[in-house]
């Protein structure tokens, strides 16, 4: 398949080819002849084509220095020769120009197929090609053609794949690589079978259709009204329509075998189609439609890594940023969004459920629709989200399907954790894969246990991180399982891969921790026995579909209850908020810190306690926070640092060792972020000791913070802006997403300064 070019090579003005001969200067060729021009990477650009209007255009245009109606004397001492004429005249060319080409010269190509191509040469020169062949093609073209419409930046930001030869010499390749890179592109390896056949599905067959759907329309009685009223979407869909018949003539006869397996494809989906239309099968089509509307940006995170929701986090992009005012106020009442744990366990167990679930409150967030993808991907038919609305149509726990390809997890452990236990007791083989974060995230303590249940499962390197490889067919076995640290999503995949295993699963924490899939299992009607900090679990139930009301997220309400606790005058009333016991550990210290914190409201949503909470301005101290309530705390640490630095005296955290392997070590970086900002902290294995500065208007100081992409690291910085002297900018924020979408936009409601850059 597909392989990213990494030559990192000084693309700035400089020579490398003496003289560059073009056969053939349409639109394609005229607009790499002026790459050359403009980077001055040639001497001396030439062309040959049977139009004598356009080699005088070309010239007249400053394209090319020298024009020939005979393409031997173009390429005569010519050190690269570029085939831009179409891909069916190639052979007649090589075998024409193939006693006047140097020895040492390059061969490259334009063409849309590359298996004629290397046949073509392998007709003229023999089974052993020159060393300076390199087929390659720009993925890139405009409705209109010719030698006029050639553009300098044509190729910018587009793809050019190329397809070496096992006779290609590296020095060769490393040149044509240079040349696309100075046009802008960004430039693939593939070989030439998979080129033709994944080109034939993305680029041939579109143009295919599109050509026949305005024929077919085109022949109806009513055409004129069809097209004067046509919408958007035909015009859109129709637009490459307008492209070279010749062109396409070519193309399609040239990857006969291919395009025609990419008709068979569509028409049998087609038909698909049609049987779900006729048999007014609602479920299955909704499902179709909604699968190829969420798989059109899913396959561009996995290609480009990115976040589903914002720009990407990668070479292409720039990253995002938070500047942020000093000062500010914090008062009104914010919902805030759902909970992120329930709504990943809500698709996975509504997923595996009999019948269909509807949810309420679901986090529209990075991390949680990485879960729904997958589960689409599995065949699950999963409607919307939309205003927090989900409806998953279970297939039960037989029913998921193989996915096609990798699952891609993006940045989320949780996903990932959870998952690999259900994968683990599947018929067929999964991979997961994710962004560059998640790559570095320990996966071997979810690995092991499941392991000893009977999964065959293999991490990536001496660390065991992703992409991790699980073979399906396996026989699980119940197993008694005493956890070595607490983790909340250990347990649950341990959990979830006993509802296939032989016998009883027993997991025992060293403390206590989150408990959201043992509370949903018994919403799903499995049962499930707590004994203290035991968990048992049989195989062999089944899981029935039900309503879940997702409460708002208590992890996401910490920015804010830190935020009201550290301002002057503030009142914040946070609405119906989750505070399951094994979650309020932020509470708990808040409280003991000297927070003014209150509920409100309290009621029960879907198997969860929820209350309004109410945070208004009082005095913090320093303390040395219970290590008991660390498990129950865990991902609220990087505020809680913040509220420890507007505190009175010296606070000290201990028995926090997980935090230094969540999406970044939110110790260290933490450390580094407050010392920026001046205040005197000391992190240390399993903690840190802050030194509070309490009785400052500011606490902070001005500064750029790297949150290292870690969304609770920028959100964390983000409200110490609240007692700042200055301006805090945070770099990396675009992660913010995986979590709490609409943080800047409660937050400016709310009184804080903050925009995105």
């Known amino acids: 398949m597909s392989e990213p070019v990494t030559t990192a090579q000084d693309l700035t003005q400089k020579v490398i080819f003496d003289k560059v001969a073009f056969i053939g200067l349409g639109l394609i060729g005229s607009s790499l002849a002026r790459v050359l021009r403009a980077n001055h990477l040639a001497r001396q650009i030439v062309a040959s084509t049977r139009s004598q209007t356009t080699l005088d255009q070309a010239k007249t245009l400053g394209v090319i220095d020298a024009g020939f109606s005979d393409p031997i004397a173009a390429v005569k001492d010519a050190d690269l020769i570029v085939l831009a004429m179409p891909v069916g005249a190639t052979e007649a060319v090589l075998r024409l120009i193939a006693g006047s080409i140097r020895t040492d010269a390059i061969i490259t190509d334009v063409g849309s197929t590359k298996g004629n191509v290397v046949q073509a040469a392998i007709n003229v020169f023999g089974e052993q090609l020159p060393s300076g062949f390199v087929p390659a093609h720009p993925i890139a073209g405009a409705e209109k053609s010719g030698v006029m419409a050639g553009k300098v930046d044509l190729f910018r930001h587009h793809k050019v794949i190329v397809t070496p030869l096992d006779s290609t010499s590296a020095e060769a390749l490393e040149k044509v690589i240079m040349m696309w890179k100075s046009a802008g592109a960004d430039v693939l390896k593939m070989t030439v079978a998979d080129h033709d056949e994944i080109l034939a599905h993305t680029s041939h067959l579109p143009h295919l259709l599109a050509f026949n759907l305005v024929e077919q329309l085109a022949s109806r009685a009513d055409n004129l009204d069809i097209f004067r009223f046509a919408a958007g979407g035909f015009r859109d869909f129709t637009r490459i329509a307008a492209s070279d018949p010749q062109m396409w003539h070519d193309i399609f006869l040239a990857n006969k075998k291919a395009v025609l397996a990419a008709i068979d494809g569509f028409t049998g989906q087609l038909q698909q ?79 595996l459920a009999e019948g269909t679930t509807h949810v309420t409150g679901f986090l529209e967030g990075e991390d949680a629709l990485a879960t729904l993808q997958a589960f689409r991907d599995m065949g699950v038919v999963i409607t919307d989200p939309k205003n927090g609305e989900v409806t998953i149509h279970g297939v039960g726990l037989q029913g998921l399907k193989p996915p096609k390809g990798a699952l891609y997890m993006g940045n989320s452990g949780t996903t990932t954790r959870l998952i690999s236990g259900i994968l683990s007791a599947q018929s067929f083989d999964t991979v997961l894969t994710g962004d560059p974060s998640l790559t570095k995230r320990p996966m071997e303590r979810i690995a092991k246990p499941l392991r000893l249940m009977g999964a065959k499962i293999q991490t990536t390197g001496e660390k065991g991180t992703p992409p991790i490889s699980i073979s399906g067919g396996q026989a699980l076995q119940g197993i008694d399982y005493l956890l070595p640290m607490a983790s909340a999503q250990v347990k649950s995949g341990i959990l979830l891969a006993a509802l296939w295993a032989k016998g009883k699963t027993t997991v025992t924490e060293p403390e206590p921790t989150r408990d959201h899939t043992e509370r949903m299992l018994t919403a799903f009607g499995y049962p499930v026995s707590v004994d203290g900090n035991k968990v048992t679990v049989e195989g062999g139930g089944k ?27 503030s009142n914040v009333v946070l609405r119906q908020v989750g505070i399951n016991p094994t979650r309020t550990g932020v509470l708990e210290i808040l409280k003991q810190m000297g927070a003014n914190i209150s509920l409100e409201n309290q009621a029960m949503a879907g198997g969860e306690p929820v209350a309004d909470i109410r945070i208004q301005a009082g005095t913090l101290k320093g303390i040395h926070i219970p290590e008991d309530q660390v498990p129950l705390a865990i991902d609220e640490f990087p505020a809680l640092f913040i509220a420890a630095a507007c505190a009175e005296g010296r606070t000290v955290l201990t028995g926090a060792a997980e935090l230094r392997v969540k999406e970044s070590d939110r110790i260290q970086v933490m450390a580094d972020g407050l010392r920026i900002l001046g205040v005197d902290c000391t992190p240390t294995e399993d903690g840190m000791i802050i030194e509070g500065k309490g009785n400052l208007a500011a606490v902070f100081g001005s500064g750029i913070i790297e949150s290292h992409h870690d969304h609770r690291i920028a959100m964390s910085f983000a409200i110490a802006g609240l007692r700042a002297s200055g301006v805090i900018t945070i770099n990396g924020t675009e992660t913010v997403a995986t979590s709490f979408p609409n943080f800047t936009v409660l937050a400016q409601q709310a009184g804080l300064t903050i925009g995105v850059k």
């Open 273 to 351: 189609l049609k049987l779900l239309i006729e048999q007014d099968d609602s479920r299955s089509l909704i499902g179709t439609l909604t699968r190829a509307q969420a798989a059109r940006t899913h396959f561009t995170h996995m290609i480009e890594k990115t976040p589903y929701l914002e720009a990407a986090m990668s070479n292409s992009t720039t990253s995002q940023q938070f500047i942020v005012q000093p000062g500010g106020t914090m008062s009104g009442t914010l919902t805030i969004p759902g909970d992120k744990s329930v709504s990943h366990r809500s698709i996975m167990l509504g997923a």
């Open 543 to 569: 899981l029935t579909a039900t309503d879940i009301q997702v409460p708002a997220d208590i992890s996401s309400a910490t920015f804010f209850m830190v935020a009201a606790a550290i301002t002057a005058n």
